[in-house]
T-cell receptor
């Protein structure tokens, strides 16, 4: 089954404790992206990757890192999480970037205390 | 001004009604456009891509007006199952996607 898989689905942690949210897709998609969704603010793009070893900042990259060492994986790293990073996070992938819709993972609910 | 703006809603309509949502975008170089639906903070799911010529999928019709920089979604014969939040998405440059804040639709019996 074609899918985007995020882990964990839920995480409660404390300020400053490094964490990684993994994202994996099995559709051989070139493009992957991370979003956060907060009430009243919609989905905002954090980082995206057009291909292996190519990553770029989205609209809200501060406090996040990503890597794209393999085509299928695009982990989101919070080196020193803070409470303002409490949010619902979505990973997405698509075949390309022009006229190609994105497929989303189930989301990760992150709470930073 | 936001890059992508949607009707704020909420829209409350009876079953069988026709409802239309609009979404305006500010970057005239935007390349591709989509409508997604999202149920109760679950993952967004593609509803339709939006093409310049307009496109239809059953009860749903999407239109793009590049001159006025807006896209629209028309839902005919609304069903209870159409209740959701509808998100417009604009791909501004390769890789960069901007979502509207969403319009909430509630279809009532």
């Amino acid at each position: 089954e074609a899918q985007v898989t995020q882990n964990p689905r839920y995480l409660i942690t404390v300020t400053g404790k490094k964490l990684t949210v993994t994202c994996s897709q099995n559709m051989n998609h070139e493009y992957m992206s991370w979003y956060r969704q907060d009430p009243g603010l919609g989905l905002r793009q954090i980082y995206y990757s057009m291909n292996v070893e190519v990553t770029d900042k989205g609209d809200v990259p501060e406090g996040y890192k990503v890597s794209r060492k393999e085509k299928r994986n695009f982990p989101l790293i919070l080196e020193s999480p803070s409470p303002n990073q409490t949010s619902l996070y979505f990973c997405a992938s698509s075949l390309g970037t022009v006229n190609q819709p994105q497929h989303f993972g189930d989301g990760t609910r992150l709470s930073i205390l | 001004r936001k890059e992508v703006e949607q009707d704020p809603g909420p829209f409350n309509v009876p079953e069988g009604a026709t409802v239309a949502f609009n979404c305006t975008y500010s970057n005239s170089a935007s390349q591709s456009f989509f409508w997604y639906r999202q149920d109760c903070r679950k993952e967004p799911k593609l509803l339709m891509s939006v093409y310049s010529s307009g496109n239809e999928d059953g009860r749903f019709t999407a239109q793009l007006n590049r001159a006025s920089q807006y896209i629209s979604l028309l839902i005919r014969d609304s069903k209870l199952s159409d209740s959701a939040t509808y998100l417009c998405v604009v791909n501004r440059t390769p890789g960069k996607s901007t979502f509207g804040d969403g319009t909430t639709l509630t279809v009532k019996p």
